[in-house]
């Protein structure tokens, strides 16, 4: 068993680390909003820390789960920040979707303390954190890496190290990336089928079966044909992490004509005050139009 902390306690970030502590490892929390670290300790009986510094000294092992970049560097490198509390051979595990750059910058920052970071993001949405079924790719040092396997198994269904510092998060975007498409298809042929006068179930009943089939196809198509957007993943942390994926594009040179011309579509969607919908909400959109 290990000495956990983990940082950031929102809709992931809260059941991952209650995981964590139903595994048996001694768990520290920190939430920026303490409310949601003492209901926390309530429901999980582990400890709180008053800042991420003190949660870090109380740790081996310190994984993170924030917003975005700048959140990342305030909650790793403030006054009372994670670099703060470390010492040589403890371990950052960071679950946020961050670009890759900032990732880099964590790992530089983490190795001249002696500690080995992992950029670690996470796919599987709000049900796969809670029912402990994540999948989690990442990048960083093969050295402490089962360390960091086993740990994060009690949420994890499965996880992998992909090269170095970085690679977790150049992967995250190649996974947004397929979504965005896939997505948009789904909602295309949706919005087909509806303006035809089909019966877009049945029509989904008999199209699952072939090549069609996805998984935003199998989990999705009823709500989005009831106009229910309220399943998961929110379209404004979606265009963060289309925005990253487009960032880099125009950096390693990759052509992202599809992601861009979704990215644009969900930016309608928050245009229509759907920033908080889920991302099949691009069938709002075209209903909209
Ligand atoms: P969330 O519910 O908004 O939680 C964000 C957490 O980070 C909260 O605990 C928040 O503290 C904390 N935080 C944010 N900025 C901070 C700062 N500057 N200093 C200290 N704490 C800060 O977000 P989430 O849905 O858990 O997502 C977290 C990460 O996972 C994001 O990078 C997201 O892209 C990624 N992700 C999310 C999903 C999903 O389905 N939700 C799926 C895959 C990946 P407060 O409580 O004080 O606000």
């Known amino acids: 068993m290990q ?3 983990f940082i950031g306690l929102g809709v992931m970030g809260y059941p991952m680390a209650g995981h964590l502590a139903k595994a048996g490892h001694e768990v520290w929390v920190y939430n920026r909003t303490q409310t949601k ?3 926390w300790q309530q429901e999980y009986h582990g400890q709180v820390a008053n800042t991420p510094k003190q949660a870090a000294q109380h740790a081996d092992i310190i994984l993170l789960c924030v917003g975005n970049d700048d ?3 305030q909650v790793m490198l403030g006054e009372e920040g994670v670099v703060a509390g470390l010492s040589p051979k403890k371990i950052v595990v960071d679950h946020t979707t961050t670009s890759a750059r900032v990732a880099r910058e964590m790992a530089e920052i983490c190795a001249f303390h002696q500690v080995s970071f992992y950029d670690a993001p996470v796919s599987g949405g709000q049900a796969g ?4 079924q994540l999948t989690v790719m990442l990048g960083g040092d093969p050295q402490a890496f089962a360390v960091v396997q086993q740990t994060i198994a009690a949420f994890a269904k499965f996880s992998k190290l992909l090269g170095p510092v970085g690679n977790g998060q150049l992967a995250k975007m190649m996974n947004q990336i397929c979504i965005a498409g896939i997505v948009q298809g789904l909602a295309e042929a949706l919005h087909f089928g509806q303006q035809a006068e089909m019966d877009c ?3 989904i009943e008999v199209i699952s079966q072939g090549a069609a089939q996805s998984w935003q196809m199998q989990n999705r198509y009823q709500s989005m044909l009831q106009g229910h957007y309220e399943f998961g993943f929110a379209v404004d942390w979606m265009r963060k992490d289309l925005g990253i994926a487009l960032d880099e594009a125009r950096a390693n040179g990759s052509t992202l004509a599809l992601t861009a011309l979704v ?3 969900y930016a309608d969607v928050q245009k229509q005050g759907g920033n908080r919908w889920d991302t099949s909400s691009l069938l709002a959109r075209l209903k909209h139009n």
Request: proline share 0%.
């Open 129 to 132: 954190a809670q029912n402990g």
């Open 201 to 203: 179930a049945a029509v």
């Open 263 to 265: 990215d644009q579509f």
């Open 37 to 39: 670290a003492q209901a």
């Open 3 to 5: 000495k956990v902390a």
């Open 71 to 73: 959140d990342l560097r």
